[in-house]
């Protein structure tokens, strides 16, 4: 009998394995829309020369040592664990996404934070956030970008969410 499979999505962390080099730091990113900004950002996520890493090995932490274990723990009763990031710099990414190293978090005390970084915009939204990280293919083409293309790719598998409110 093939194993079970459940996806389970887990958020980034503002805190990492490699720092981000200043060009990918999203305090250093302008823009006067929440369009504009996030095209500046995906900009300077497509065109950096950065040695990258899966994202399971740049996210650093307990939570990230919990999420990491994840897939082991599963197999053990018969339920294959698709590891999902999502990524207040990068989108929603496999686990094993080759990343540059970044820094962009939801943190709001975080001089990186995507959520200052759009406290001055008229038309601030973290939806219109997630939306536009969604519009480019990301560091997986072919990958699902939102939770709807994952949930219709997987729909004989559940998803698992574990995140805080400002990602739900």
Not at 49 to 58: F, I, K, R, W
Not at 124 to 149: D, K, M, N, Y
């Amino acid at each position: 009998m093939s194993a079970r499979i459940a996806n389970i999505i887990v958020t980034c962390t503002k805190r990492k394995s490699v720092p981000a080099d200043d060009y990918l730091q999203l305090g250093r990113v302008a823009g006067s829309t929440v369009a504009e900004l996030a095209n500046q950002w995906i900009s300077r996520l497509r065109t950096m020369t950065s040695s990258t890493l899966p994202a399971d090995e740049l996210y650093s932490g307990d939570h990230w040592q919990i999420a990491r274990s994840l897939p082991e723990v599963a197999s053990g009763q018969g339920v294959e664990v698709r590891l999902w990031v999502c990524s207040a710099g990068y989108g929603l990414i496999p686990s094993r996404a080759p990343l540059k190293p970044y820094s962009a978090t939801f943190s709001t005390h975080h001089k990186d934070s995507v959520l200052r970084r759009l406290a001055p915009l008229k038309d601030a939204s973290i939806r219109e956030w997630w939306t536009q990280l969604s519009t480019w293919p990301g560091p997986v083409p072919g990958e699902p970008r939102t939770l709807s293309e994952l949930a219709r790719a997987m729909k004989h598998s559940p998803l698992i969410f574990v995140a805080s409110d400002v990602y739900l």
